[in-house]
């Protein structure tokens, strides 16, 4: 769960007033954009998860210059881990909130049936969105212009953020340095696979010369991730019901991390009672007996070294070993 201030990024070196407060998994990454003057106030690009949130704004008033303000918070994309830190930021700041449109009339009337949290087992604090953060359109921040451009794929609605005097891209989770986020769409049996392929083919054509992840440390080898992503996206198209094995690990992962302690038992007992694993299981694994695929998948999750078990009382212990 470290964070790094902005200046510096190993290999590659970030633009001049941009911020990076590079998260994990829990909590998506937090870009901080400058203002060119501290009058400006500055533009918070993400929000991380919402039990990080007092984290996530704690890290950002350490990152904002002397006399700079927040002025606004955007949103790549709503998923709980980029917009769960929004409500506390928001309020603390008294700064408006755009999103993509996509989701903008679920979001403000927070239509918890059409948003992914309660689907995911997963938390976000209600906050209200003041605009939208709309594709083709140009955010000017820091003497830099920020083009939107439309990401689908991993969510229908992202948006990614590219600033070509620059040549820096806000990937979310559309590139990662190794891979991209699960394509959510697929899970409900939505086709998906070649929008990321479109999206990948969208960045590529931007010719960025550094990304700043969703998740992960910003990266300059552009033409490796795209490949690996690629090869990646090949292998789900080939075998889409790995790719709902991955998706099904990956947010039993995600959310180990955030109780970071379970029962086996209670494990088990959020994943059939969680409505995207049931409704995974149903679509591609119909055959099997819903609890023993559950065990199998923490099984494999204990064998990758994602969980560590042990037994107390008679009960096995469950906790995350990689964050
Ligand atoms: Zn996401």
Redesign the pocket.
Known sequence: MGASRGDGCGACVLPSGVSVLERGWLSSNNVVLHGASPEEGAVLVDTGYASHAEQTLALLDASLLPAESLRLIVNT?L?S??CGGNALIAQRHGCPILIPPGEYAAISTWDEEALSYRSTGQRCDRFTPAGKLTPGQVLRQGGRDWHVHAAPG??PH?VILYEPSSGTLLS??ALWERGF?IVFPELDGEDAFEEVAATLDIIERLKPEIIIP?HGAPFTDIAKAIGIARERLDYFRREPHRHAVHAVKALTAFHMLEVVHSTRDALLAWLVSTPIFVSTWRRFFPDRDLLHWSNELVDQLIAAKILGASSTNGSVMLQISKA
Do not use: V
């Open positions: 994309h998923h881990d980029h991993h969510d992202s979310a989770d986020g969703g």
